[in-house]
């Protein structure tokens, strides 16, 4: 499999080569390494020890399994990689990221002064750029080096306004419009919105004015460039933003939001909670499910704008079962009912549930997810994990490594493309009173050898997708309030069998502040977990003991007050779950440093394409861009 990207850890293309014989060239295989853009010279190395390597290396295929191999892109230039934020012409505040090669004495200033307005940008007041955060270490006369990453900012005259604003057209449909103003600096906000330009309205409504939605706001327009949301609101109508939470028929929680008009003003919870008994009329109930009502919970209450979630309750419960497959069984019960945990499945036998006892009776009093923690396979097969592992050399280095450490080590773990922790990895270090640090480039993981608890200890991917969506958004924007907020995903499903913290970059730009992490479970829970401040390079560390997806919520200052243990955010506003602790708050500053070259990896396979784990989804903005085409 060919995977070409920035870093060993972000790709950008896969591709599967078949039917290998014992020895072959890339160019034999059809295979070449991708070209730079203009200018810009490539060497490429392969293996661990770091051999030159052209398209007329022989490569010795050894093995009737699937193989790997790994090339590494180093170029005669530095590369900037630039985040910079700007107004657009028609849809607000964007940040794009921007590679540019340059000599490697240039400094931050002069990439700066490289640096040209998109084409999509806001061209009035324009002056210029500069850098969105500095410090000793990065500033304009630090110089790029091999590689460096730079947070720049268009400049403006006078401050630059971006109005989201939402109305409804003559068919009830919403319609949202970007609003592009200057205004001098010291401008009241009440003011501009007052003279806002008025959407066109038909079908009898007439507009009344603009609500401003966003919470915290300042009265005067003080910031280079500002976004605002505001909504219309009409004579004699209710203009409501209304989410919604309901299980759906495949048993997920569904959610979703819309914007509605109501009758009347000054309404009451009463009169708007009929209303969306209405509204929600249409909503397909998981089957088995007796919908008792819809509750409302007001976010924001005017005279003529109301934002409101909507949930919907039931007379009865769901119980969800995490199989180690990631497929979850969903079992209606009644409330207050036993509920006898299976030992078995079609596919596994002794299935013990994460904090119960085999075979357990559980009092159900509102929907509850439970945890497959320990089991096998009716077949007798070994599940292994589909990532990427280390060779059994370099895991042979690392036992001997562990084996003559004195204690209070800390070993370091260069797992370069590779993600599974090996099992014989986890024993060696099983009870001893020191860590090892996996880095995987974006990331690293710290485990301590008297954290592995497991008995029967195995091969665990610990590979980590950032800037996921799998949480629903409504839900995200009750915890969050406005805060910045960070979604991950980990490969692995379940418990590790030890306990494992994670130092990753939230951004120097929440330096100070503190990162919350909340696990979103299948009954459609956020549950806090722990907390890890962060540091002045942008990196904090939270504990894991299992797998699933998170949420990160960024509080903008260090908390000061111990968060309560049994916290929760529920989409069925039912507080409970069990919490876990981070016991010792690890605020170590672990950064690592991202490679600043491409790479390249050949995998032989005699079966099918497999899927690339590190691929990232359209809407991640934060996924490493192509030196040639910013792609």
Not at 74 to 102: H, W
Not at 114 to 119: G, S, T, V
Not at 262 to 276: F, H, R, V, Y
């Amino acid at each position: 499999m060919i995977k070409l990207g920035i870093s060993p850890i972000s790709m950008i293309s896969s591709q599967t080569v078949e039917n290998v014989g014992r020895r072959a060239s890339l160019k034999e295989l059809g295979v070449s390494f991708p070209q730079p853009m203009e200018g810009v010279s490539a060497a490429w190395t392969y293996g661990w020890r770091g051999l030159e390597a052209d398209e007329d290396t022989r490569l010795l295929f050894n093995s009737s399994a699937d193989m790997t191999w790994d090339f590494y892109a180093s170029y005669d230039q530095g590369c900037a990689n630039i985040r910079l934020t700007y107004m657009t012409e028609n849809s607000g505040i964007k940040e794009v990221y921007l590679p540019k090669f340059t000599d490697k004495e240039a400094t931050y200033q002069n990439i700066l002064e490289l640096l040209e307005l998109p084409e999509d940008a806001r061209t009035q007041d324009f002056a210029g750029f500069r850098l969105t955060y500095s410090d000793d270490y990065h500033n304009e006369s630090t110089m790029i080096g091999d590689c460096a990453y730079i947070y720049a900012e268009a400049k403006y005259k006078n401050c630059q306004a971006a109005w989201n604003a939402r109305y409804l057209d003559a068919d009830g449909k919403e319609i949202s419009k970007v609003i592009n103003q200057s205004y001098l600096e010291g401008t009241k906000v009440r003011d501009a919105l007052a003279e806002l330009e008025e959407p066109e309205t038909e079908n009898g409504l007439e507009f009344a004015g603009w609500v401003l939605t966003n919470s915290g706001m300042d009265d005067t327009f003080t910031q280079p460039m500002t976004s605002l949301d505001v909504v219309a609101v009409y004579q004699g109508k209710t203009t409501a933003d209304a989410s919604y939470t309901y299980r759906g028929e495949d048993g997920k929680i569904t959610c979703g939001s819309r914007m509605m008009l109501l009758d009347g003003e000054n309404l009451t919870d009463t009169q708007i909670q009929g209303e969306a008994s209405e509204a929600f009329k249409a909503a397909e109930h998981f089957p088995g499910l007796i919908l008792s009502e819809w509750t409302c919970s007001m976010e924001i209450n005017q005279e003529r704008y109301k934002k409101v979630q909507f949930q919907a309750l039931y007379s009865n419960c769901v119980v969800i079962l995490k199989y180690p497959d990631d497929v979850c069984q969903y079992v209606v019960v009644d409330k207050n009912s036993e509920f006898l945990l299976p030992e078995e499945n079609d596919k596994y036998k002794d299935i013990l549930w994460e904090g119960y006892q085999k075979g357990e009776a559980v009092v159900i009093t509102e929907d509850r997810e439970f945890l497959a923690s320990e089991y096998k396979r009716k077949d007798g097969a070994t599940e292994e994990p589909a990532g990427e592992k280390l060779p059994e050399e370099e895991i042979a280095k690392i036992l001997t490594e562990i084996e003559s450490a004195p204690a209070g080590s800390r070993i370091k773990i260069d797992m370069k493309k590779a993600t599974v922790v090996p099992k014989e990895v986890l024993a060696a270090i099983q009870g001893k009173p020191l860590d090892i640090v996996l880095d995987m480039g974006e990331y690293s993981w710290s485990i301590g050898g008297t954290e592995v608890l497991a008995t029967e200890l195995k091969d665990i991917d610990l590979e980590v997708k950032i800037g996921t969506n799998a949480v629903p958004s409504s839900l995200v924007s009750s915890i969050a309030e406005g805060k910045p907020v960070t979604q991950l995903s980990l490969t692995h499903n379940g418990e590790f069998g030890f306990r494992a913290d994670l130092t990753l970059n939230l951004g120097s730009e929440n330096s100070g502040g503190t990162g919350n992490l909340y696990y979103y479970d299948s009954s459609g829970k956020l549950i806090f977990r722990n907390a890890g401040q962060i540091g002045a390079d942008g990196t904090a560390s939270l504990s894991f003991s299992h797998a699933s997806d998170y949420v990160i919520v960024i509080d903008p200052k260090a908390e000061t007050e111990e968060k309560e243990e049994d916290k929760e955010v529920s989409e069925t506003k039912n507080p409970e779950g069990e919490q876990e602790k981070n016991t010792d708050m690890n605020t170590t500053k672990n950064t690592t440093k991202v490679p600043d070259n491409d790479t390249i990896s050949i995998r032989k396979n005699q079966n099918s394409i497999t899927a690339d784990s590190g691929e990232t989804g359209k809407n991640d903005t934060n996924q490493r861009k192509s030196p040639k085409t910013g792609e």
